[in-house]
Structures are given as C-alpha cells and as structure tokens.
C-alpha cells in the first residue's frame, strides 16, 4: 500500500522559508516520478514541481528560482525546500506519484 504524507507547512511572513517534506512508503521515491502539487481555496490543484526517476527537476515559472524539489533515497523522503515566500504561495501543497496523493500540509504567508 502506497502512503505519502507531507509535513513541514506553517505560516510564515513574506519573504521567508519552510521545508515541505513528503515520507514515502509502499513505494521507492528514485524509482518514480514525485511530484509537488498546491491548491489554494477556490482554485484547482496546479502542478508546483517535479523531480524525475533521473533527478532531473523542472518547475512552475512562479516558483523558479525560489523553490528546490529534492529527494534523499536514503530516507525514501521527497522535500520541496520554499524560499522568498509570497502571499500567492498560499495554499495546500501536496505530494504525489501515480496514482496516489497525500493528505497535504498547509502553507500560509502573510504580507
């Protein structure tokens, strides 16, 4: 059985930092594609970054240069590691790899 589960959201002020973490099991995380997805209130879940079975990375415009995808085998363990936040980073971010999704962690910034 296939579990992610995020932890590492808070509220912060602008321009400041969390790690978001995402702990696998059921799954190898350097075997798959893990993925970063936020939904803020009112709005659908759009894709925030993406580190492949390779290691390569690739992200939405608004987080580049800000945000770093990562992964540490070892641990099995994901992590989106956010910086210069912004009152738009706002939402619930979550981990994903086909087909499953975590219960997500809540990022809030305020201005």
């Known amino acids: 059985q296939v579990q992610l589960v995020e932890s590492g959201g808070g509220l912060v002020h602008a321009g400041g930092s969390l790690r978001l973490v995402c702990a696998a099991s059921?799954?190898?995380?350097?075997?798959?594609?893990m993925y970063w997805y936020h939904q803020a209130p009112g709005k659908q879940r759009e894709f925030v970054a993406i580190?492949?079975?390779?290691?390569?990375?690739d992200y939405r415009d608004s987080v580049k240069g800000r945000f770093t995808i990562s992964r540490d085998n070892a641990k099995n363990t994901v992590y989106l590691e956010m910086n210069s936040l912004k009152p738009e980073d706002t939402a619930r971010y979550y981990c994903?790899?086909?087909?499953?999704w975590g219960q997500g962690t809540q990022v809030t910034v305020s201005s």
């Open positions: 994903h790899t086909e087909p499953c």
């Open positions: 059921g799954i190898t995380v350097s075997s798959n594609a």
């Open positions: 580190i492949s079975r390779g290691g390569s990375t």
